[in-house]
């Protein structure tokens, strides 16, 4: 028979005042409750309690005893807590998979930040726009943006990101300022060429009507902060989530346009695999992304 568990069931029929009231507490029958407490009296070879059929109390070797079993469970209470505690600490490597534009120019702070307020933590920073399988990667968290399609993957929702359609305004200059979707389709653009979620140029108005601009572009990148540098030289129209050019058309290096219609938003995601649980380390620095991203998003004009 356990005896700490013969030890638990002691006390707390002390604590009840009945073995039947210890059964309840401890989803045991009355009778096992009583086998466990006659198994220390008989390898004590002394009476804990003084039995009647309506009460029980406790023998002066009972109540010395009980002491005694009160500290020491108490004891390894604080133990386990202790071991809980250490077993979630944060600490080890954390391995981020982000893609490369939005990595490059929003991650920076938060991995800073979390670093400080974690020293025994390293952070590996993973930046790509092609997609990747995270548990042969080795990835304990991904930002995923635009569609989720993988059911094995954990997902947590950090913000939403609107597309927008910008120009220099030099550029607005030269070509003039376009009114209307179809406006654009003449003017040279800006296109990235590895969008996987809202990667036409999709306008919506206020009757709810869609209009799309395709067609091919003036310049065409893999890279969104090469798109960037172009929009802000003036080369043309860009098209593009707000986390690369919110910052640029608040500050009025570039122009928002077709203000009256409405474009597509894309999701940005926590992703994290689940077959292996979901380590301190991971939910913490999700923690502080959700933080930092999700009311009021940097890139938010």
């Known amino acids: 028979m356990d005896q700490l568990m013969s030890l638990h069931v002691f006390v707390v029929a002390v604590e009840e005042g009945s073995f039947a009231g210890a059964a309840r507490r401890l989803k045991l029958s009355p009778a096992m409750a009583g086998k466990h407490v006659s198994q220390i009296e008989s390898e004590l070879n002394a009476r804990l309690f003084q039995r009647t059929t309506r009460s029980l109390s406790l023998t002066d070797v009972g109540r010395s005893y009980y002491e005694r079993c009160r500290h020491i469970l108490a004891a390894l209470d604080e133990a386990n807590r202790e071991a809980a505690a250490a077993q979630a600490s944060v600490r080890g490597t ?27 933590v390293n952070v590996e920073v993973l930046l790509g726009d092609r997609y990747i399988d995270l548990l042969d990667a080795g990835v304990d ?18 913000a939403s990101c609107p597309m927008v359609v910008c120009a220099a305004p030099e550029f607005i200059k030269r070509y003039g300022m376009p009114l209307t979707p179809a406006d654009l389709a003449a003017a040279p653009r800006l296109a990235f060429s590895e969008a996987v979620s809202a990667g036409d140029w999709t306008f919506i ?23 960037l540098a172009c929009a802000l030289a003036g080369a043309g129209v860009a098209y ?27 999701a940005i995601q926590a992703v994290y695999p689940s077959a292996r649980g979901i380590p301190v380390k991971v939910r913490r620095f999700v923690d502080y992304l959700a933080k930092d991203f999700g009311n009021h998003p940097p890139w938010d004009g």
């Open 94 to 120: 954390l391995r981020v998979a982000t893609p490369i534009t939005f990595g490059a120019m929003h991650l920076g702070e938060v991995v800073a930040r979390y670093v400080a307020d974690h020293p025994e």
């Open 141 to 158: 968290v991904a930002i995923r943006i635009g569609r989720l399609d993988d059911p094995a993957l954990v997902m947590r929702r950090l």
């Open 205 to 227: 108005d206020a009757s709810q009507r869609s209009y799309r601009i395709d067609g091919p572009c003036r310049v065409v990148a893999n890279n969104m902060q090469m798109l």
């Open 240 to 266: 593009g989530p707000a986390f690369v050019f919110g910052e640029h058309i608040r500050e009025g290096r570039l122009l928002a346009l077709l203000p009256d219609y409405r474009t597509s938003e894309l």
